[in-house]
């Protein structure tokens, strides 16, 4: 292995190509590409990098661009994407399709605020469009995890159990375009853990159809294959960590990230970089003798419910913090899990860093403070920056 200095959309540019080169005795591999901020870099780096067998396509938008990923995964390669915002908007009817045709394309995704207004700065809100719809979604904290990630995504998607598109979100601008130590593995050992991609219902030799007309039972039939396969993502994925872990020597983060919580009274919950900086809260806390712990929701599709319910159980308060949030309810990874929490439990919803914004050590120490006031939860908390 070797230690790289690389922005996380490099990061992800890499580890696609490498999984690109680890498919070069099957099918190949497949990238259609069109550029928007801030997941420019991971394409352009894509188009600068040999690869045996395979093709990255330059095409006239995004909705394009995953229709070219859904050929060649129909086709049987290995395909990849990467976009943000209005691009993956514009993408979202071919995302459906790529979904419900159960092919396993890999995207990785810039988080951007939507507009207009325009703001080039980072929300999930983008991400989350598509949270109803099959695909998996992760949310990365640092650059190791975009390239990590990137790498289980593929194996993950690809497995015979799964068989579904995945996304790997990166914050955009936090996460993209700063540069981190990242060790990147040999292509020996990525050869090693990715198989050669096998896509039982690829287009071949035998004339059948893709997205044919079909009744209402077959389609009740088709979701509910889809949707028991989700459900048995985390345990597939809980095979690729060991996996993982014996060829590369670290292990990938797990579906929710515990920190210093077994004994917390007081937890702080949230996705994607804030989770680092929650972390580094609790510390400051605890130094302080409160008992305070933070969860990181990394696999928020599917939703890991029952590693969440156990982080919950017992917590008195429970600070959800979201950098989204669903207009006339609240942060969603707040609605989402607010029910796991124990009866009694003061689950309170704050909502910061929307379009970009900081969201710092002294925000969370406000919102704990907050939250430690309260008797009972109130509505969902817009938090402002200092």
């Given amino acids: 292995m070797t230690i790289e200095l690389l922005s996380a959309n490099h990061g992800a540019a890499l580890a696609a190509t490498m999984a690109a080169r680890a498919?070069?005795?099957?099918?190949?591999?497949?990238?259609?590409?069109?550029p928007i901020t801030p997941s420019t870099e991971c394409m352009e780096y894509l188009c600068l990098q040999e690869i045996e067998k395979g093709r990255v396509i330059r095409v006239e938008s995004e909705h394009s661009a995953m229709a070219v990923c859904i050929g060649a995964s129909a086709a049987g390669a290995r395909a990849f994407t990467a976009t943000a915002s209005n691009g993956l908007?514009?993408?979202?009817?071919?995302?459906?399709?790529?979904?419900?045709?159960?092919?396993?394309?890999?995207?990785?995704?810039?988080n951007r605020t939507l507009g207009p207004p325009w703001n080039i700065w980072a929300d999930q809100g983008?991400?989350?469009?598509?949270?109803?719809?099959?695909?998996?979604?992760?949310?990365?904290?640092?650059?190791?995890?975009?390239?990590?990630?990137?790498?289980?995504?593929?194996?993950?998607?690809?497995?015979?159990?799964?068989?579904?598109?995945?996304?790997v979100c990166m914050e955009g601008f936090i996460l993209s375009h700063t540069m981190a130590q990242t060790d990147i593995p040999q292509q020996e050992q990525v050869d090693r853990f990715l198989p050669l991609t096998a896509i039982p219902h690829q287009l071949a030799t035998t004339p059948h159809t893709l997205g044919q007309?079909?009744?209402?039972?077959?389609t009740e039939m088709h979701r509910q294959q889809h949707h028991e396969a989700m459900l048995g993502?985390?345990?597939?994925?809980?095979e690729i960590q060991d996996s993982f872990e014996s060829i590369f020597g670290r292990r990938p983060a797990d579906v929710v990230q515990a920190y210093r919580a077994d004994d917390a009274e007081t937890l702080i919950v949230s996705m994607g970089t804030i989770g680092s900086t929650a972390e580094r809260v609790v510390d400051m806390l605890r130094e302080k003798g409160q008992a305070v712990g933070a969860l990181r929701v990394r696999?928020?599709?599917?939703?890991?419910?029952?590693?969440?319910?156990?982080?919950?159980?017992?917590?008195?308060?429970?600070?959800?913090?979201?950098?989204?949030?669903?207009?006339?309810?609240g942060g969603v990874l707040w609605a989402e899990t607010r029910?796991?929490?124990?009866?009694?439990?003061?689950v309170q919803n704050y909502i910061a860093g929307l379009g970009g914004g900081d969201v710092r050590p002294e925000h969370i120490l406000n919102m704990v403070a907050d939250l430690q006031s309260r008797a009972v939860a109130g509505p969902p908390a817009v938090m402002e920056a200092l």
Avoid: W
């Fill in 299 to 329: 696999l928020f599709r599917p939703l890991p419910v029952e590693a969440i319910r156990r982080c919950y159980a017992g917590r008195k308060r429970i600070a959800v913090i979201d950098r989204n949030i669903s207009l006339g309810l």
């Fill in 233 to 238: 993502v985390p345990q597939v994925y809980g």
């Fill in 89 to 110: 908007a514009y993408m979202v009817e071919n995302c459906i399709a790529a979904a419900c045709l159960r092919l396993p394309v890999v995207m990785a995704v810039a």
């Fill in 339 to 346: 029910g796991l929490a124990d009866a009694g439990a003061t």
């Fill in 213 to 218: 007309l079909e009744i209402p039972h077959q």
């Fill in 23 to 34: 498919n070069r005795n099957g099918r190949g591999f497949c990238s259609g590409v069109y």
């Fill in 126 to 167: 983008d991400a989350l469009l598509l949270r109803d719809h099959g695909l998996i979604q992760f949310y990365c904290a640092d650059n190791q995890e975009v390239f990590d990630s990137i790498l289980c995504a593929f194996r993950l998607a690809e497995d015979a159990r799964v068989l579904m598109p995945a996304m």
